[in-house]
């Protein structure tokens, strides 16, 4: 009996242990220090907690901001923006544990997106400011004099990579993104400015949705036309015409989506995704080249349009790939809902579908026609034999 109970009982203590650190919420929270907070709240990201004291009349919050499951190699920040949401304006509270094993804690005032969260005054005082690290926690404890702050405060929170005994740069994607809201000091309710460290949610959407429709959708979509409609005498011309079409409005579309994308990295200078950017750029040129050598396309009779095809297809099936490709880092970059990406994913799947099923039926047309091909031109030199012959059977009669 006693061994069966083991089991169970080793899983009942690692199951309290993982609630005690991660699954625990701030209400049932016990500082070792016995210090006590009159409210708390659970942060939606980034494993974290804030624990508050308001005393409304002396306009002071004493506060203790918990990050769970962090390493000693990485930092955290609260802050309070007094001027806006998001990071740019924000009065940090910065802590991390040096090389040494001792802690810094220190205000920093964020200024721009370039911050390397550097040691200065905050808009407000700061008193008793500490930190603690243990077990995989970092606590920073602080009374803030709010003045003629309100009650309800724009609040960020960050966590990022220390260079030695530095802050680095944080990552600007997922749950870092989003680590951003309200807080009500009085009743304890928040809300959240989701995409608020970033200032240019609504253009980053419109960049995303613009590529995706032009380089994502339309480039493939052309693509499927050009390859399988050409092969019925029937569809010609009007095949050409639906891939000219296809293709220019993905160029154009393509074209004003990535013009947004440079706008919005010239507005965001500490935020940068090298690979999507690098592949964006890549894009523009190739699909310039292709627009430009439309324009140069030789004569189906030509002795060169045989390489102007070779190099045709292969500057867009690179475009198309190298398109899909950077969709998905985009998707990664600006975190949508899951919908929009399994909506994508189920558009790619319908196409390679249909190309699946074209690819087979055209090779069978094809197939079927050099048959019909072979056979006409076995009739015709029988034919045509068989009336040498008998013509030579004629004039030899005739000798």
Not at 70 to 92: D, E, F, L, V
Not at 117 to 123: M, N, W
Not at 186 to 213: C, D, F, Q, W
Not at 217 to 229: E, N
Request: with cysteine; glycine share 8%; proline share 4%.
């Amino acid at each position: 009996m006693n061994r069966m109970l083991r089991p169970v009982l080793i899983i009942c203590v690692l199951f309290s242990l993982y609630t005690s650190t991660y699954g625990q919420s701030c209400s049932r929270y016990n500082f070792a220090s016995n210090q006590r907070f009159s409210s708390c709240n659970d942060l939606p990201y980034l494993n974290s907690f804030l624990h508050w004291s308001y005393d409304q009349s002396a306009r002071t919050v004493r506060i203790a901001y918990r990050h769970t499951g962090i390493s000693s190699s990485r930092w955290t920040a609260w802050a309070i923006n007094p001027t806006g949401q998001g990071m740019a304006g924000a009065q940090a509270l910065v802590a991390f544990q040096r090389s040494d094993g001792s802690m810094r804690a220190y205000t920093s005032p964020i200024a721009s997106y370039q911050t390397r969260l550097e040691q200065g005054d905050l808009s407000f005082p700061v008193s008793d400011l500490t930190a603690t690290y243990s077990r995989n926690e970092i606590i920073i404890f602080a009374t803030l004099r709010l003045g003629n702050l309100s009650s309800t405060l724009n609040q960020v929170w960050q966590e990022g990579p220390l260079s030695g005994d530095s802050p680095a740069t944080h990552p600007t994607s997922g749950p870092n993104l989003r680590s951003a809201g309200t807080l009500n000091l009085l009743s304890g309710e928040t809300g959240s400015t989701a995409g608020a460290i970033n200032p240019g949610t609504k253009k980053r959407n419109i960049h995303g949705v613009l590529n995706a429709v032009s380089w994502g959708i339309l480039l493939p979509i052309g693509a499927v036309i050009a390859r399988y409609l050409k092969v019925f005498p029937s569809a010609d011309p009007a095949w050409f015409y639906l891939h000219a079409i296809c293709q220019t409005s993905a160029y154009i579309i393509g074209v004003a989506g990535w013009a947004i994308g440079l706008r919005l990295g010239s507005q965001s200078p500490g935020v940068q995704y090298t690979a999507h950017r690098v592949i964006g750029i890549v894009l523009f040129s190739l699909g310039t080249l292709q627009v430009f050598a439309l324009l140069l396309r030789p004569k189906k009779d030509h002795k060169h349009r045989f390489y102007w095809n070779i190099y045709h297809h292969l500057i867009g099936y690179s475009v198309i790939i190298l398109s899909i490709i950077n969709i998905f880092k985009g998707f990664d970059i600006l975190n949508p809902e899951q919908k929009w990406k399994r909506a994508y994913i189920g558009i790619l799947i319908g196409l390679a579908i249909i190309a699946a099923t074209l690819e087979i039926f055209t090779w069978f047309v094809v197939v079927k026609r050099k048959k019909s091909g072979n056979t006409n031109k076995t009739q015709n030199g029988t034919n045509s034999y068989s009336n040498g012959y008998g013509a030579r059977a004629q004039s030899q009669d005739r000798v």
